[in-house]
């Protein structure tokens, strides 16, 4: 079974506006962390945000809003304020459990266009 | 600033050699990196996980003889695929954690490896 599901393969977003990616995911511990990553078409992998399991606010960084609803195991990303700039892929990814040394796991990733 | 910093950024090779991607952690000790490989338009899948001194953690469906991890040091970790052939072709991301005993520290990524086997 999928860890994490991003059932969006593209969005398209009118700039100013906001825009929810949506994300669930799967897991069994009651120990997790679930992250949202930016993909430009450069390449590189950006964090943006990050959500405990046991975290009981919503994260929030600047622009960037975690809607995170743990009883339905979803976890998705807001963007406010769309910037033509924010146009790239984004991916949510969990790691399962408390170590640091555990991989994330990723999901297929939304495409986000932002229209001028 | 960048705090993993991968080389090369892109190759280009013939069916046959070998390749050897190196990924630094700067500023920061990584006793574990990890390999992710990504082809064009999917999502990045976890190759192994690099440990510093002994021997990495391959996913299933990886091989270990083809894709070689050495991890001999607390801030290089390299990759090498052995003998590449055109279905290597991939970008290869390493990644890091800065906090390794904070369970909620992101995964810092390299910019990535474009190889391409012709």
């Known amino acids: 079974a999928q860890k994490i599901t991003q059932t969006q393969p593209g969005m398209f977003v009118q700039e100013k506006e906001a825009v929810t990616l949506d994300c669930t995911y799967d897991?069994?511990?009651?120990?997790?962390?679930l992250f949202w990553y930016k993909q430009p078409s450069s390449g590189e992998m950006i964090f943006l945000i990050y959500?405990?399991?046991?975290?009981?606010q919503n994260a929030t960084e600047g622009r960037y809003s975690l809607n995170f609803q743990k009883a339905r195991k979803s976890a998705n990303l807001v963007i406010s304020a769309s910037q033509l700039g924010d146009s790239a892929m984004y991916f949510c990814?969990?790691?399962?459990?408390?170590?640091?040394?555990?991989?994330?796991?990723f999901g297929k990733g939304t495409r986000l266009s932002v229209i001028a | 600033g960048a705090v993993v910093s991968q080389h090369p950024s892109r190759v280009i090779c013939k069916s046959g050699t070998s390749v050897k991607i190196e990924c630094r952690s700067l500023d920061f000790q990584a006793t574990t990196m990890f390999w992710y490989r990504q082809f064009p338009k999917q999502s990045l899948m976890l190759m192994a996980t690099?440990?510093?001194?002994?021997?990495?953690?391959?996913e299933q469906g990886v091989e270990k003889d083809k894709f070689l991890i050495n991890h001999a040091s607390l801030t290089l970790s390299t990759l090498t695929v052995t003998s590449a052939h055109p279905e290597d072709s991939s970008f290869y991301i390493c990644?890091?954690?800065?906090?390794?005993?904070?369970?909620?520290?992101?995964?810092?990524f390299g910019n990535g490896t474009r190889l391409t086997v012709t």
């Open positions: 990814a969990m790691r399962e459990g408390r170590s640091g040394n555990t991989p994330l796991v």
């Open positions: 990644s890091a954690r800065t906090g390794e005993r904070l369970y909620n520290s992101p995964l810092h």
């Open positions: 959500q405990g399991s046991y975290d009981e």
């Open positions: 690099s440990n510093e001194g002994s021997k990495a953690t391959y």
């Open positions: 897991t069994s511990d009651q120990s997790y962390g």
